[in-house]
Structure formats: structure tokens, C-alpha cells
């Protein structure tokens, strides 16, 4: 994608989302709706405006990264301590429990240990850019329903990088074994 291109395609991006959004709010379906429909739309499905969804991919991760850096503007660390309980105790057992429940379902259906392992723990991970908008429209991030949340969003967060050393680990251990990942 050619600088020119990138420019016009954000503008594209930026009017869609300023039409979209406002729009899907004023009928009472969210924002995060408004924007998904966007991309359908700008989609190479729709109008092909977006032709290739791995050209954008790089646009998007920065998206994502501005949206974790304003979350972390707003943590102070005095609110971080006070959240340890909900980030380690609720946050960690919400991974480990949704881990071994899909983990074990899916050795069920005979897929192997490790296979069950990695599957387990990329489903048990929830979009924190999501999630954090979607509770903020509603109005319960503050709440203490919403810090519990934000705790479990959180401690996800943190367990990406040791669950991507894990995978890398599972693989390695696999060598030439095929049924190693799906």
C-alpha cells in the first residue's frame, strides 16, 4: 500500500465511522455494531474499497494499541494495587477455569492434550478493546461489577505473552508431530 493510498483509505476508514457510529447509536445498537458494519460495507464484499483485509491489518493493530495506551493513561497505579484481588484471584480463575472447561470438552472430541491446551486458552481470552468499550457505553465500568470485569480483562491481558511462549514451547515439543497445534 502506496502512502498516497493509505491516506485516502484512512480518510474512507474516518467517514465511515463518522457516518456509522452515530447512526447505530441514535437506534440504540451501539457503537461497536456501527463500526463492524463499516467494514462490511467498506469490505471487499460491499464496495471493495478495502480490497485486501491484510492490507489494513496494520492500520488496525494501531487502532487497538491507542485504544490499550488511553486504558493504561487511565490506571493509576494506587487503583491497580487496589484491583490485585479482582486482576489475580477472580482474573486467574476465570483463565484457568474456562481453560480446563474448554480444554476438557474439546479432549472429549478427542483432540489431543496439547492441541486441547492451546485451544483452551486462546478461547478463554476476551478482545479487551471490546469488552472495554462495550462496558463503557453501558455505563458499568465503574461500577464494582465493571472493575471485576476490568480485573479479568486485565489479568487476560497479561497472560497473552506467557500463553504465546507456551504455544511456541508446544510446537517446539511437537518436532515433526503434525497433531501437535490444530
Known amino acids: 500500500m502506496h ?4 491516506l485516502i483509505n484512512a480518510l474512507y476508514y ?3 465511522a463518522v ?3 452515530p447512526l447505530f447509536k441514535k437506534i440504540g445498537l451501539g457503537s461497536i455494531l456501527g463500526y463492524l458494519c463499516a467494514g462490511i460495507v467498506l469490505g471487499p464484499h ?3 474499497i478495502v480490497s485486501d483485509p491484510d492490507e489494513v491489518l496494520h492500520f488496525a493493530e494501531y487502532g487497538v494499541i491507542l485504544l490499550l495506551f488511553v ?3 487511565e490506571l493509576a497505579p ?3 494495587w487496589n484491583m ?3 486482576i489475580g484471584l477472580i482474573g486467574g480463575s476465570q483463565l484457568l477455569l474456562t481453560t480446563l472447561v474448554i480444554g476438557g470438552l474439546l479432549m472429549l472430541l478427542s483432540l489431543s492434550l496439547q492441541q486441547s491446551l492451546v485451544l483452551g486458552l486462546t478461547l478463554a481470552l476476551s478482545s479487551t478493546a471490546f469488552a472495554i468499550q462495550l462496558m463503557n457505553e453501558e455505563h458499568i465500568l465503574a461500577s464494582p461489577l465493571g472493575r471485576k470485569g476490568f480485573g479479568i480483562l486485565l489479568m487476560q491481558d497479561l497472560a ?10 508446544v510446537v517446539l515439543a511437537g518436532g515433526d508431530d503434525s497433531d501437535a497445534l490444530p
Open 3 to 6: 502512502s498516497d493510498s493509505l
Open 14 to 16: 474516518l467517514l465511515a
Open 19 to 21: 457516518i456509522a457510529v
Open 46 to 48: 460491499a464496495l471493495a
Open 71 to 73: 486504558i493504561g493513561l
Open 78 to 80: 494506587n487503583k491497580l
Open 84 to 86: 490485585r484481588s479482582h
Open 160 to 169: 497473552v505473552i506467557p500463553i504465546l511462549i507456551l504455544v511456541g514451547v
